[in-house]
């Protein structure tokens, strides 16, 4: 029988998940950037596969902290710590990918350098951002209002859709960018700005990792 007491119980825990998780996931990160340069060099259907990628990492993830790592993690600090620290330095190994990119042959063209399923992989397994937002997620939504393993899979279900929606978003705004990239020069110019942006995010994350081990 039809409940609106259990529908509006449901839409104020997604307003709540969504005001909480969206400007997390939509706002510029190591992934996100990565999804708007493959967009600017593969387009939508072929930076599909890096999609892929990264959101099935991300729902595992989701689905192991969920289910007991996270509070494994949470009692050993300094992992989370390890994992941010080598999280950063793979950023900057992007980094340099994209400047050495801008230094290569005029002769390779923009599919040569495509993002790959394996690049998903790599990228999500190595984001400190989303071992940062599954953090947060369960230890702010995760609150018991009905069964734990229900609650969880709500969660893991409402992620993997946002993260999707805004993964082609960003891939759809780069493809749109790209509108405009129609010489290496231009190119090049957008190596280094995304080059410089992810360097950004991987001195944000190093700084707050050493504050986070000198203040123990």
Not at 7 to 32: C, H, I, K, R
Not at 191 to 207: E, K
Request: hydrophobic share 50%; glycine share 6%.
């Amino acid at each position: 029988m039809f409940n609106p007491i259990i529908v509006d119980m449901n839409t104020e825990y997604f307003l709540l998940f969504f005001g909480l998780m969206f400007p997390l996931v939509f706002s510029p990160g190591p992934a996100n950037i990565v999804f708007s340069m493959s967009g600017i060099r593969q387009g939508v259907k072929g930076s599909i596969p890096l999609i892929i990628g990264v959101d099935l990492i991300f729902i595992i993830y989701s689905l192991i902290i969920g289910f007991g790592l996270g509070e494994v993690l949470q009692r050993y600090p300094n992992l989370i710590l390890i994992f941010q620290t080598l999280g950063a330095l793979y950023i900057i190994y992007l980094a340099y990918k994209f400047i050495k990119t801008s230094k290569a042959n005029n002769s390779h063209t923009v599919s040569d350098k495509a993002f790959t399923f394996k690049d998903g992989i790599v990228l999500q397994m190595l984001n400190p951002k989303g071992w940062t937002m599954l953090f947060l997620m369960f230890s702010t939504l995760l609150d018991g209002s009905f069964d734990r393993n229900s609650q969880v899979l709500y969660l893991v279900c409402m992620l993997a859709v946002l993260n999707i929606a805004t993964h082609f978003t960003w891939v759809a705004a780069g493809n749109y960018i790209s509108k405009w990239v129609n010489n290496s020069k231009t190119e090049k110019y957008l190596n280094y700005f995304f080059s410089g942006s992810l360097l950004l995010v991987a001195v944000w994350i190093l700084i707050n990792v050493y504050l986070e081990a000198v203040t123990r």
